[in-house]
């Protein structure tokens, strides 16, 4: 069965700084994955993913994640963090069929100003 | 596009009772899909209906609940005979056709509260 880890719970950046936030994946066959963002009162919302080819894909709000199959990493980063970008931040594996989605436990972000 | 709504947004009722909650998936969305999110844990998957189909439902959806799609537009959860286990946010996803590397659209999920 597939699983995702995020092995940070909480990180703490400094705005204009970077930011890499950790994904490892199990699955036996090419994954399709994802990372989504949560802020509080408000749906998950995508914000890039890998299918196949480049396996590093570029999202919205400045953020790019690259694949490392040797690895089974899916690791998201952003140059220069905004404190807008302060919310929770999933990584997540598709299965082939279906679309149904495994997700990690969750790195919470805040931006210190 | 008015997106995935979910009523009610929060939900608090006592241990026995039933409860019922609401997805409005977007419009000629095909796909829909029920999540759950328990604090500090990321979703988890209930189950997911291809139009009125109900395709798969996860072991984690116990007897007690039931999930339908009659007319293949919204879609009700219910919990019967409510735990204190259950209480959660409840997530609701749509998608357009359920082609693998699809988005999903999400709802801002019913939080219920057991007590």
């Known amino acids: 069965a597939q699983s995702v880890t995020q092995p940070d719970i909480h990180i703490t950046v400094s705005e204009g700084a970077s930011l890499e936030l950790r994904c490892n994946y199990s699955?036996?066959?090419?994954?399709?994955l994802f990372w989504y963002v949560q802020s509080p009162g408000q749906g998950l919302q995508l914000l890039l993913k890998?299918?196949?080819?480049?396996?590093l894909v570029q999202g919205i709000k400045g953020f790019e994640a690259e694949f490392k199959r040797s690895q089974s990493s899916f690791n998201l980063r952003k140059p220069s963090v905004h404190w807008s970008d302060a919310a929770e931040y999933f990584c997540?594996?598709?299965?082939?069929?279906?679309?149904?989605?495994?997700f990690g436990t969750g790195t919470q972000l805040k931006v210190e100003l | 596009d008015t997106g995935v709504s979910q009523d009610p947004r929060h939900k608090i009722t006592k241990r026995g009772q039933n409860v019922t909650f609401r997805c409005d998936p977007i419009?000629?969305?095909?796909?829909l899909y029920w999540y759950r999110q328990t604090l500090g844990q990321g979703p988890e998957f209930l189950t997911y209906?291809?139009?009125?189909?109900?395709?798969?439902k996860s072991r984690l959806l116990s007897d007690r609940f039931s999930a339908e799609r009659p007319k293949g537009s919204f879609s009700t959860l219910e919990i019967q005979r409510t735990e204190q286990g259950d209480s959660a946010m409840y997530l609701c996803?749509?998608?357009?056709?359920?082609?693998?590397?699809?988005?999903?659209?999400f709802g801002s999920g019913t939080q219920l509260s057991v007590l």
């Open positions: 699955y036996g066959a090419t994954p399709y």
């Open positions: 890998y299918f196949s080819g480049d396996t």
């Open positions: 996803a749509s998608s357009p056709t359920g082609t693998p590397n699809e988005k999903l659209f």
């Open positions: 419009s000629e969305h095909n796909r």
């Open positions: 209906f291809q139009n009125e189909a109900q395709l798969e």
């Open positions: 997540a594996v598709g299965t082939g069929g279906g679309n149904k989605l495994t």
